[in-house]
């Protein structure tokens, strides 16, 4: 018996990149930056980005776009701290956004209205990894009860990110985690790795990452 081997996850990954360099040049034209966020479930990056939106949504034109495998719960989340189009992305299973999707939400983004795109992946640490959205930079959230092994066991979501938060640092006094293990093993995976230490329920820490938000809305952050 003969088997033939289709070849399917090469050609969609490079359509992928084909649409995310659309994305990159689409943005670039506009002046806009986009960060892409990506977390394990539970990490707090739906609260994190709320919270971003309360303290910097009056001052930055902030658009989001904020992906979900089933409901658009963390759409209606973040829509209640700002005026501006909410997109929600449902994947319908799929466990990561890709630029096709990205690309149909700039659609309704008034770019030269916009300082800022916040995307919000969905929760998962592995898929998301390999997915070019356009984006400028992708900024990986993890939190005290995740352990802090996390950057070894998804080594290729911390090479790729160029940013990472490592949030609900409230936990610190209840919980048997060494902050400065899981920074050594975050920079084992990637020296480059810039930190934000963060309580998205405490408020701790939000100074600095909304500062680097507000960098990065006029392109200081990212060099």
């Known amino acids: 018996?003969?088997?033939?081997?289709?070849?399917?996850?090469?050609?969609?990954?490079?359509?992928?990149?084909?649409?995310?360099?659309?994305?990159?040049?689409?943005?670039?034209d506009a002046g806009v930056?986009?960060?892409?966020?990506?977390?394990?479930?539970?990490?707090?990056?739906?609260?994190?980005?709320?919270?971003?939106?309360?303290?910097?949504?009056?001052?930055?034109?902030?658009a989001v776009v904020a992906g979900d495998v089933q409901t658009q719960n963390d759409a209606d989340r973040i829509a209640r701290h700002t005026n501006r189009l909410v997109q929600a992305v449902v994947t319908n299973g799929a466990c990561h956004l890709d630029a096709r999707q990205i690309l149909a939400a700039l659609d309704a983004i008034d770019l030269a209205q916009t300082d800022l795109v916040l995307i919000e992946n969905v929760g998962n640490l592995v898929?998301?990894?390999?997915?070019?959205?356009?984006?400028?930079?992708?900024?990986?959230?993890?939190s005290v009860p995740e352990g802090e092994d996390k950057p070894l066991k998804y080594p290729k979501m911390f090479q790729q990110a160029r940013y990472a938060v490592l949030n609900k640092v409230d936990l610190l006094p209840y919980v048997p985690f060494d902050r400065d293990?899981?920074?050594?093993?975050?920079?084992?995976?990637?020296?480059?790795?810039?930190?934000?230490?963060?309580?998205?329920?405490?408020?701790?820490?939000?100074?600095?990452?909304?500062?680097?938000?507000?960098?990065?809305?006029?392109?200081?952050?990212?060099?």
């Open 127 to 142: 898929c998301p990894a390999s997915w070019d959205l356009g984006e400028a930079a992708k900024v990986v959230i993890f």
């Open 181 to 223: 293990l899981a920074v050594r093993h975050a920079h084992t995976v990637n020296p480059a790795l810039r930190f934000f230490f963060t309580s998205a329920l405490t408020g701790e820490g939000l100074d600095l990452w909304c500062d680097f938000v507000r960098h990065c809305a006029t392109q200081e952050a990212l060099g």
């Open 33 to 62: 930056v986009a960060l892409n966020l990506v977390s394990s479930p539970g990490a707090g990056k739906t609260l994190l980005l709320e919270r971003t939106l309360a303290r910097l949504g009056g001052e930055l034109r902030i």
């Open 1 to 28: 018996m003969t088997v033939r081997t289709i070849e399917v996850r090469e050609k969609v990954m490079a359509r992928n990149d084909e649409l995310a360099a659309e994305v990159r040049d689409r943005l670039a």
